[in-house]
Structures are given as C-alpha cells and as structure tokens.
C-alpha cells in the first residue's frame, strides 16, 4: 500500500468516524430533550408511546439507543404539545427562520463578491448556527465562508471550514448535490495549493454524485467540469482538458448565469490558446469579456485583457495587442493587483 493509499485510507476511516460520533450526539441531544419535556409534562414513558410505541423504544430514544425518523419526532412533539423543531434540534421554527434569514443575507453579499461585508456577516452569525445544532445550517456557513477565504488568499484556513463541512455532510439529512457541492469547494481549495491529484480526485467524486442524483445540477457540473479542465492543463493533458471544458461549455451555455459562462469561456480561451487555435481563443475571449464587463468584473476583465493581447499578437495584430495590454495593466491597477499589472 502506497502512502497516498494509505492516507486517503485513514482519512476515509477518520470521516466515517467522526459521522458515527456526530450522529450518536445528535441522538443523545435529542433524547435528553425528549426526556426534560416529558418529565415536564407529568408523563411517564408508557403514558406518551400511548398505544402506538411501546415504553422500551421511548426508553431507548431517551438514552440515545436510537434515532427516530422524522414522522415519529412530529408525533412525540405532538404528544408533548412542542414545536417538533424544537425537540428534533433545541431550537425553534420561528428561531431556525431568524438563522434563515441571516445566512441568506450572507449569501447574497457572498455572490456579489462584497466578500469583507459577507465574511463579517459569517462571522456574526456562527454561534447563533451552532446553537441551533443542525448540520445543514452549519454547512451552508462553512461553505460560505470557505469561499470567501480562499478569495481573500487564506486557503489553508478555507480547507479546515471544508473538512469540517465534508464530515457533516456526509450524514443522512444531506442530498449527493449538497455533497459534491463541498467537494467541488474542496477541490477548488486544493487546486490553490497546488494539490493538482488530490483535486482531480475531489472533482471525479463530485461529478459522480452530481451525475447520480436527479435533482437539476447543470450550473455545479458546469464548475466541476472547468475546474478539473484547469487540474488537467496544469498537467498539460491537453487533450483531457479540452474535453472538460467542452462539456462543461455545453452546460454553461443553456444556462442564465453569466458568472458561470464566463469562467468557462475563459478556460476555454486559454486552453485554445495552448492548442495553437488562436482564432477559436480569441473568440472565446471575446465572450467572456462581454460576460464580465456586465458583471462589473474588474479583476477578471483585467487579466482576460492580458490574455487577448497575447492572443492578437499571435494572429499578427500588433496594434490591438497593445491597446488591449495598456489595458490590462491599467485595470490590474485599478483593482489593487499588483502582481498582474507586473
């Protein structure tokens, strides 16, 4: 057994330890809560299974021996008179609405990349998530900071929120979309630090549980795609990459998210540009210009103006490469980057 094997082995048991853990906690929360509210409402564990448990399995819920479905903590909740999510998760529906409304507005900044608005948005609401101790929630936080901090160059810190979102999700309320929606983060996280195999490992996971499931996913396998096309150009598996980013083309373009047609227009672009297509590069380019000028999309404006130049140097237009670096350079300025203006 290799090391990679042997780590990727006991990473594996690691997750599945912690999932067994962190369902048997959720277990034993929820059967304390269950026995206070009882004792609270003067009943014995034989007076609320009623006819239709017997006192054993409320016993057993008490204790944490077993979880009951969702259709049996509606009908406890019922018995005791409770809001039923309350006794599932300790906190109410009128409290999990507040914590709702809360992560959406981070959401909301996070997709208009006002990232040091959002983060302090993350940051504000992470005890109040916790509180509420349901997986789903937390994982939407973690996710969502995750990506700010890797916009902000803080990947090793991105990859900590993500394992910790990966091992959640890995828990039965979660869909396989949730799922590769985590590690399609993580991949992204590990393509940054130039971890390109165990990326490439991330996105084939990914994809698969985006493929099997049948909840609508174009937009997610359209990233995954162009992600992994980006792992297979940093190999300079040319042809692996061009396949990628074609299928993932194919989904972005019967799609009404701009943001995601013009990534992949511009991996595309670069990838022509390798070929040697530099007719086919510069349109590319050209689309995924128009795309982030609507998007108000500086920084990435800037750096496909660099590209263009480059390319319409190539095909002999001397003129046009250099208006189009004069303006590389002058949005990578602009925008605070020092490193493209270089």
Same mark, same amino acid.
């Given at each position: ?232 150009? @940093? ?5 692996? &990459? /061009?396949?990628?980013? +074609? $299928? #993932?083309?194919?989904?972005? %373009?019967? !799609?009404? *998210? ?15 540009? @390798? ?5 086919? &590069? /510069?349109?590319?380019? +050209? $689309? #995924?210009?128009?795309?982030? %000028?609507? !998007?108000? *999309? ?22 046009? &490469? ?5 303006? #590389? ?14």
């Amino acid at each position: 057994m290799t090391l990679t094997t042997q780590y990727m082995s006991d990473s594996t048991a690691t997750r599945q330890q912690q999932k067994r853990a962190s369902v048997a906690q959720a277990g034993l929360r929820l059967g304390e809560r269950l026995r206070q509210l009882r004792v609270a409402a003067g009943m014995t564990q034989t007076d609320l299974a009623g006819e239709r448990f017997s006192k054993e399995y409320v016993s057993q819920i008490e204790r944490g021996k077993t979880r009951p479905t969702r259709e049996t903590v509606d009908w406890l909740a019922w018995r005791l008179g409770v809001d039923a999510a309350f006794l599932a998760n300790g906190v109410s529906a009128d409290e999990r609405g507040r914590v709702d409304s809360a992560l959406a507005r981070a959401d909301a900044l996070l997709e208009a990349r006002r990232n040091d608005e959002a983060l302090t948005e993350f940051e504000a609401i992470r005890a109040a998530v916790l509180a509420t101790g349901m997986p789903e929630l937390e994982v939407r936080a973690l996710s969502g900071e995750a990506t700010i901090r890797m916009r902000r160059g803080e990947v090793r810190e991105a990859i900590t929120l993500l394992e910790r979102a990966r091992a959640l999700s890995e828990g039965a309320p979660f869909s396989d979309i949730e799922r590769s929606d985590v590690l399609f983060r993580l991949g992204v996280a590990r393509y940054k630090i130039s971890s390109i195999q165990t990326a490439i490992s991330l996105f084939d996971e990914a994809l698969k549980l985006a493929e099997r499931s049948e909840i609508p996913s174009d937009q997610l396998r359209s990233n995954i795609l162009a992600w992994r096309s980006r792992c297979y150009r @940093r190999r300079r598996d040319l042809e692996a &990459a /061009r396949e990628d980013v +074609e $299928r #993932a083309l194919e989904l972005a %373009e019967g !799609l009404n *998210d701009k943001r995601t047609a013009a990534d992949v227009y511009f991996q595309a672009s670069i990838i022509a540009d @390798r070929e040697g297509h530099w007719v086919l &590069a /510069r349109t590319y380019a +050209e $689309r #995924a210009k128009a795309a982030y %000028e609507e !998007l108000s *999309d500086r920084g990435n404006l800037g750096r496909l103006l660099n590209n263009l130049g480059g390319i319409n140097f190539l095909l002999g237009n001397a003129s046009e &490469a250099v208006r189009y670096l004069k303006d #590389a350079f002058a949005t990578a300025l602009e925008v605070g980057s020092e490193s493209d203006a270089a």
